[in-house]
C-alpha cells in the first residue's frame, strides 16, 4: 500500500506542472495589459514600454513560462498587480477557508447522499424510493448559489436565525456548508441508487441469499462494498463541482476565499492573481483525487494488487 | 416412484412481469426426487430450469418474478408458506445452490475463505477460529491449499473459482444440493475433475441433488432420474434408463438425434427444427407443436395432459414415440 | 447448438432492427410519466425560446419607473424588476439566450470530443497516451474553474459564453467518447466485422456508431443541462451575457442586491432555471433507462 502511495504522490508532480503551464498558456492569450492597468490611462508609452520590460512582458513566452515555472517552485505565486501583496501570502490566507466550505460540503454530502441513495435502491419502486430521489433530482436540478439565496431569504432575511453573510463562529457557516453540499448530496444519492441496483442484481448478492443470510447482512457485507466502488470513483466529480460552486458560494456570503478572491480579481483583471488563484485550485483538487484514488485502491483489492510488488505476484504463480 | 419423496413440486407457475412483457418462465412444473437420488433437469438455455432451481430456494429476482402458484414441499414442510426469517435457516443449510456462473458468483471484495466461513457461521454456532477451521478443510476437500484462503477471488482460475463455490454449497453438508449447470462455463478438462469431485462428495454426504444442464453426457454420467424440461414444462421424466432407451417425448427424441453417437453408423446428426418458442406468448396446446415432424391438428386443441407409459415413465404428448434406442 | 441459433437471428435481424429501434426507444419513454413530464415542459421552454418575443405579454425592455420592484400579481406574473420591466416577459425573451447556451455549447463541446475522443480511440497507443495525459492536465483544473477563467479570457456576452462553456466541455465529452469507442473496438462483432472483410468507414458507420449513440445522447442531455446551470454561474460572477440582455442567470444576478428587501426579483428566474434543469434531468433519466441495452431484452 505505502508503494502504491508513493508512486500515485510522484504521478502528481508532472500534473500540476502540467496544470500550471496550461493556465499559463491560457492568460498569456487574455487581452489587455497589466502595464497600462497598473499606470493609469494617463501614462505614455515609454512609460509603459519601461514598466513591461521591468516585469519581464516584453520577454517570449518560453522565458516567461520559465520564470513562472521557477517562481512557482520556490512557492512564490508572484505580486497582485492591484494591491502590490504577494500573492502566497494572499491566498495562504484564503485557504483555510476555501478548504474549510468545500472539504465539510463533500463529507456531509457523502454522509447523507449515499445512505439515501442505498435506502432509495433497498426500497426500489417503493414510496420511500420516490420521495428520495424527488429530493436529489431537486438537488440537481438547482444552482447551488440560487439555493443560497433562498436560504438566506428564508434563515436570515425573514426569520433571522442566521447571519446572511460573513465570516465569524459556527453561525456563519451554517448556509454556505448547507448550500454548498447540496449539488454533491443528491449526485451521490443518484450515483448511489444506481449502482446499488446494479450490484444488488448481481450473482454474488443472489449467491450471499442463497447461503441463508439475513437481507441486511446481505447488503452490508456484500452489496455496499461492491456498490462502493462507482460512488468513490463518482467522488471526484463531486469535488469538482463543490469546489466550482464553493466559489460561487463565497461571494454569495462573502466568505473571504480563494474563490472570492479569484472572482475579484476577475473583475480588477489582475490576472496574474487569477493565475495563482486557478493553480492553487487546481493543486488542492488534484491532491482530494489522489484521496480517492487511495480510496479506490483500499476498497478494490483488484486496484491494490496491480502495484504490488513483483516478488509477491511471482511468488503466487509458483 | 414411491410416495416418500424429499422434495415434491407440485404446479409451480412463475412468471417475470414487467411493464412491457410477460415471459412466462415456468408452467405448471411438478415433479418430486426421493432422498439420496440425482434428479437431471436438461433443457436448452432459456427453457425455465435455473427458474426452477431459484424458485425452490426462493431466490428470484421480485421484481420482475412472480411466483403464480403451486407448492414446493421438502420433507413435507411447504417452502412457499415459510416466513422469511425461517426461509434463511432452509437456505444453506439444508437446500444450497452451486450457480451457473462461477466468474460472477464469489463477491470480488471478501476474501475467498471468509466467502466460506461466513455460511459456516451463520448456521453453526461455532467461533471464529473454527468457522476458519472448517473452512480451511472445505477448501483442502476441493483441491485447494488452505493457504490460499486469504486470497481475493480475481487470483483465481475460473476451474477454481467454481471449485470454491462448490465449498460454498457443501460447506454445511446440505440434504439438497442444486447444481445449476455446475460445469457449462469451465473447460472440458476441468469439467471431468469437478464432476468426479461432485460425485464422489454426493456418494459420501448421501445428499439429494437436482442437476441442472443440457449436457446429457453428463446427465448419462451422474443421474439417476431425468427431466426433460422444454419451455418453461416438463416434457418428459423417467429414470435415466427410461429415457435414454425410450425417450418417447419427440422433444427427446430430437434431442438424442442431435447426439453424436459413435456405435451407429449415421453420418449425419439430425438438429431439431426451428427455434424455441418465444417464452413471452401464452400457447395453448403442445408447445413444441411448431417444431414436431409428428404433431397433428389435434396438438394445439388443447393442454397436453401427462400420461404414464411405463411406470414412473411419464411424457406430455399425444403421440409418444415407441422406438428402443 | 441453441448459443448458435441465438447468434444467428442477431445477423439476420441486424437490418430490420436499426428503424424499429427509434421507434422503440420512443415507445418506452412514452411510457415513463416522469419522462413525458420532462420532455413536455422542455418543449414548452423551447416554445418560449422561438415565440418568447411574440406571446411575452410587455415589451420586455419597457422601463416604468412608476411601477419598480412590484411583487408578483397577475398584472405581472413574477412582478417587475429595479427599472419597472415585466419579469415575466423577459424570461420569456431570454428563453432563447439560456436554450442557446445549452444548446451552443454542447454544440462546440461533442464536435471537439468526437475528434478528439477518436483519435485518441482509433489511432492507439502513443497518440492515446498524449491525448490521455493532456486531458489529465486539463481535468486537474474543476470544471466551473475552467469555464470562469475561460470566460475572463474570453471576453463578455453571448458567444463568448457559449465558447467559454462549450471548450470547457471538451476534456469530458473526449474521455468518454473514447472510453466508448475502446470498449467497442474490443468487443467481437467489430471483430467478425472485421473477419468478414469490413472497411474501416464501414466499421466505424455501422458498427461502431450506432453503438456509441445512447452515451452520447445521454451525455448530451446532461451537458445542455450543465451548460445551462454553468452559464447562470457565469452570469452571477457578472462574466456571462450582459444585462439590460434578458439572460436568465444575468437576471438572477441583477436582483442579488436587493434579495433582503425585494427577493422575488432573483427568486424568480432561479425558480425558472430549476425547472428547466429538473425538465431535461427528467428527460435525461428517462433516456438513460429507455437506451439501457440491458433492457431491449
Redesign the interface.
Known amino acids: 500500500m505505502l508503494r502504491y502511495i508513493l508512486k500515485r504522490l510522484l504521478l502528481i508532480i508532472p500534473i500540476i506542472v502540467g496544470s500550471i503551464i496550461l493556465v499559463f498558456t491560457i492568460m498569456y492569450f487574455c487581452p489587455g495589459d497589466p502595464a497600462t492597468m497598473i499606470l493609469g490611462a494617463e501614462a505614455t508609452e515609454e512609460q509603459i514600454y519601461e514598466l513591461r520590460e521591468k516585469m519581464g512582458l516584453n520577454d517570449p513566452y518560453i522565458v516567461r513560462l520559465g520564470r513562472t515555472l521557477w517562481s512557482y517552485a520556490r512557492l512564490d505565486l508572484g505580486t497582485s498587480y492591484v494591491t502590490g501583496r504577494p500573492l502566497t501570502e494572499e491566498l495562504a490566507l484564503r485557504i483555510p477557508n476555501t478548504l474549510r466550505l468545500s472539504l465539510i460540503g463533500i463529507v456531509i454530502g457523502l454522509l447523507i447522499g449515499i445512505p439515501l441513495g442505498v435506502t432509495s435502491a433497498v426500497h426500489h419502486?417503493e414510496p420511500i424510493d420516490y420521495i428520495g430521489m424527488l429530493i436529489a433530482l431537486v438537488g440537481i436540478s438547482m444552482p447551488g448559489f440560487w439555493f443560497a439565496m433562498l436560504m438566506v431569504t428564508l434563515f436570515a432575511v425573514k426569520l433571522r436565525w442566521l447571519p446572511p453573510f460573513g465570516v465569524g463562529g459556527i453561525r456563519y457557516w451554517i448556509l454556505p456548508i448547507l448550500s454548498s453540499c447540496l449539488g454533491g448530496f443528491a449526485g451521490n444519492a443518484r450515483q448511489a441508487r444506481s449502482s446499488m441496483l446494479d450490484v444488488l442484481?448481481?450473482?454474488?448478492v443472489?449467491?450471499?441469499?442463497?447461503?441463508?443470510?439475513?437481507?441486511k447482512e446481505v447488503i452490508w457485507?456484500?452489496a455496499l462494498?461492491?456498490a462502493m466502488l462507482p460512488i468513490v470513483m463518482m467522488i471526484g466529480g463531486a469535488m469538482a463541482m463543490s469546489i466550482g460552486g464553493g466559489m460561487i458560494i463565497e461571494t454569495v456570503f462573502a466568505i473571504p476565499g480563494v474563490g472570492f478572491f479569484l472572482a475579484d480579481s476577475i473583475s480588477n483583471r489582475d490576472y496574474i492573481a487569477i493565475q495563482s488563484c486557478v493553480v492553487v485550485i487546481g493543486m488542492v483538487f488534484t491532491l482530494m483525487m489522489l484521496v480517492t484514488d487511495l480510496m479506490m485502491a483500499a476498497?478494490?483489492?483488484?486496484i491494490k494488487?496491480q502495484f504490488s510488488s513483483r516478488k509477491r505476484k511471482k511468488a503466487?504463480k509458483v | 416412484m414411491s410416495n416418500e419423496k424429499y422434495l415434491e413440486v407440485k404446479n409451480l407457475t412463475v412468471e417475470y412481469v414487467t411493464?412491457?412483457e410477460t415471459v412466462y418462465a415456468v408452467n405448471d412444473v411438478s415433479f418430486g426426487i426421493e432422498k439420496g437420488k440425482t434428479l437431471g433437469l436438461v433443457g436448452?438455455?432459456?427453457a425455465g430450469k435455473t427458474t426452477i432451481a431459484?424458485s425452490i430456494?426462493r431466490?428470484l429476482?421480485v421484481?420482475p418474478a412472480v411466483v403464480k402458484g403451486g407448492e414446493i414441499l421438502l420433507n413435507g414442510k411447504n417452502l412457499m408458506e415459510l416466513p422469511?426469517?425461517e426461509m434463511?435457516?432452509?437456505?444453506?443449510?439444508d437446500v444450497?445452490?452451486i450457480?451457473q456462473?462461477p466468474m460472477?458468483?464469489?463477491?470480488?471484495?471478501?476474501r475467498v475463505g471468509d466467502q466460506i466461513a461466513?455460511?459456516i457461521l451463520?448456521?453453526e454456532n461455532l467461533s471464529k477460529k473454527e468457522g476458519r477451521k472448517r473452512a480451511e478443510e472445505m477448501l483442502e476437500m476441493v483441491g485447494i491449499p488452505a493457504e490460499r484462503y486469504e486470497e481475493?477471488p480475481?487470483?483465481f482460475s475460473g476451474g477454481m473459482k467454481q471449485r470454491v463455490?462448490i465449498a460454498?454449497a457443501l460447506a454445511c453438508n446440505p440434504d439438497l444440493l442444486l447444481a445449476d449447470e455446475p460445469t457449462t462455463a469451465l473447460d472440458v478438462t476441468i469439467q471431468a475433475q469437478v464432476l468426479e469431485m461432485m460425485r464422489d462428495l454426493h456418494a459420501r454426504k448421501n445428499m439429494t441433488m437436482i442437476l441442472i444442464t443440457?449436457d446429457l453426457g453428463v446427465v448419462a454420467e451422474m443421474c439417476d432420474d431425468v427431466a426433460i424440461v422444454y419451455g418453461g414444462e416438463i416434457v418428459e421424466m423417467g429414470t435415466l434408463r427410461d429415457i435414454f432407451k425410450h425417450p418417447s417425448h419427440p422433444y427427446t427424441v430430437g434431442l438424442f438425434g442431435?447426439l453424436p453417437d459413435l456405435e451407429s453408423d449415421r453420418h449425419r446428426l439430425t438438429?431439431i427444427e426451428g427455434?424455441?418458442i418465444d417464452p413471452t406468448l401464452q400457447i395453448t396446446g403442445c408447445k413444441f407443436k411448431p417444431r414436431c415432424p409428428y404433431a397433428t391438428e389435434e396438438c394445439g386443441k388443447a393442454a397436453v395432459q401427462a400420461q404414464e407409459l411405463t411406470p414412473g415413465h411419464f411424457c406430455k404428448c399425444l403421440y409418444p414415440r415407441k422406438e428402443v434406442r | 447448438?441453441?448459443?448458435e441459433?441465438?447468434i444467428g437471428?442477431g445477423v439476420s435481424e441486424a437490418p430490420a432492427k436499426k428503424q424499429s429501434q427509434f421507434l422503440a426507444v420512443l415507445k418506452?419513454l412514452s411510457?415513463r410519466p416522469t419522462a413525458v413530464v420532462g420532455g413536455a415542459l422542455f418543449l414548452v421552454i423551447v416554445f418560449c425560446a422561438i415565440f418568447g418575443d411574440l406571446i411575452a405579454p410587455y415589451n420586455y425592455n419597457q422601463i416604468n419607473m412608476r411601477e419598480v420592484y412590484e411583487t408578483p400579481s397577475l398584472r405581472h406574473l413574477f412582478g417587475t424588476d429595479q427599472l419597472g420591466r415585466d419579469i415575466f416577459s423577459r424570461m420569456l425573451v431570454g428563453a432563447k439566450y439560456t436554450l442557446s447556451i445549452g444548446i451552443g455549447s454542447q454544440i462546440i463541446a461533442l464536435t471537439g470530443g468526437l475528434i478528439v475522443g477518436s483519435c485518441a480511440g482509433f489511432f492507439g497507443q502513443t497518440v492515446d497516451n498524449i491525448i490521455m495525459r493532456i486531458l489529465d492536465v486539463i481535468q486537474s483544473i474543476p470544471g466551473m474553474i475552467m469555464n470562469i477563467v475561460l470566460a475572463a479570457v474570453l471576453g463578455l456576452g453571448l458567444t463568448p459564453c457559449i465558447l467559454a462553456m462549450g471548450i470547457g466541455g471538451i476534456s469530458g465529452t473526449s474521455r468518454m467518447v473514447r472510453g466508448n469507442i475502446l470498449k467497442i473496438r474490443k468487443s467481437e462483432f467489430v471483430d467478425a466485422a472485421t473477419s468478414i472483410n469490413c472497411s474501416t468507414p464501414r466499421i466505424i458507420a455501422k458498427h461502431v456508431l450506432p453503438n456509441i449513440l445512447s452515451p452520447i445522447i445521454i451525455s448530451v442531455t446532461g451537458g445542455i443541462g450543465g451548460g445551462i446551470m454553468g452559464a447562470s454561474g457565469l452570469s452571477y460572477l457578472g462574466l456571462g451575457v450582459q444585462p439590460p440582455h434578458p439572460e436568465w442567470g444575468a437576471m438572477l444576478s441583477g436582483g442579488k442586491d436587493v434579495i433582503q428587501t425585494y427577493p422575488h426579483v432573483c427568486l424568480m428566474p432561479g425558480l425558472v432555471i430549476a425547472v428547466t434543469m429538473l425538465s431535461i434531468n427528467l428527460m435525461g433519466d428517462g433516456l438513460r433507462d429507455a437506451l439501457d441495452p440491458k433492457l431491449k431484452k
Do not use: W
Request: charged share 30%; with cysteine.
Open positions: 419502486d442484481t448481481s450473482d454474488y443472489v449467491m450471499a441469499r442463497a447461503k441463508g443470510l439475513p437481507e457485507k456484500h462494498p461492491n476498497i478494490d483489492p483488484r494488487d503466487k | 411493464s412491457e436448452e438455455t432459456g431459484r430456494l431466490i429476482p421484481p422469511e426469517s434463511c435457516k432452509v437456505r444453506g443449510r444450497t445452490m450457480f456462473d460472477t458468483a464469489l463477491n470480488p471484495t471478501m461466513e455460511v451463520h448456521h481475493y480475481h487470483q463455490v460454498i443440457h442431435a438438429p427455434l424455441p | 447448438m441453441t448459443e441459433k441465438t437471428i418506452r411510457r
